[in-house]
């Protein structure tokens, strides 16, 4: 019981029908995906594949898949730069000290010194940082930023930078 349970908990990772990693998936969607043939196993070399019985049969899923159908693309904008979206991007995180708490937004160059209300000068800062830092760049307050603000980019791309990178680790 144990074992069928860890199996149902694994993700399964979706490739499009270019071979491009787009998404992740758990095991009873990409069973649905098989069996309808809306995908077929990607076979890649030291790649577990799950063995999940049903009464009538055995279906192996391998960890990866890829769709033969095309995938529904879904437009998608770079979201408004707002409290919500920019704590996201930041994964709720001061951008300069690293708390999770008290967070509000600040204007890296301040609005008051030219800076923009835009996704490459608005960061996640705790209130403490904010009041810190006032009226200044972080260059005139000494208060280097944790990473370069930037919009979110698209996620089907992120998702791909993100498996490339994790792929690389488990080769190396
Ligand atoms: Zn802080």
């Known amino acids: ?57 055995v279906i192996e899923v391998p960890e990866h898949i890829r769709l033969t159908i095309k995938g529904k693309e879904r437009t ?41 209300h835009s996704w490459d000068n608005v960061v996640t800062a705790c209130e403490r940082c904010n009041q810190r830092k006032g009226n200044r760049t972080p260059e005139q307050a000494n208060m280097p930023l944790l990473s370069h603000p930037r919009a979110p980019i698209h996620p089907t791309v992120a998702f791909a930078e993100q498996f490339w990178r994790e792929h690389q680790i488990r080769q190396e």
């Open 1 to 57: 019981m144990t074992a069928a349970t860890h199996i149902l908990e694994q993700s399964i990772v979706v490739f499009s029908q270019n071979y491009l990693p787009i998404s992740r998936v758990n095991i009873k969607r990409a069973i649905v995906l098989l069996l309808t043939g809306k995908a077929e196993p990607l076979a890649m070399m030291n790649v577990p594949v799950w063995k999940v019985r049903s009464p009538s049969h």
């Open 76 to 116: 998608w904008r770079v979201p408004p730069v707002n409290r919500r979206e920019v704590l996201r991007r930041d994964h709720h995180t001061c951008q300069y000290c690293g708390s999770t708490n008290h967070l509000t937004l600040d204007h890296v160059v301040p609005l008051s010194k030219g800076g923009s």
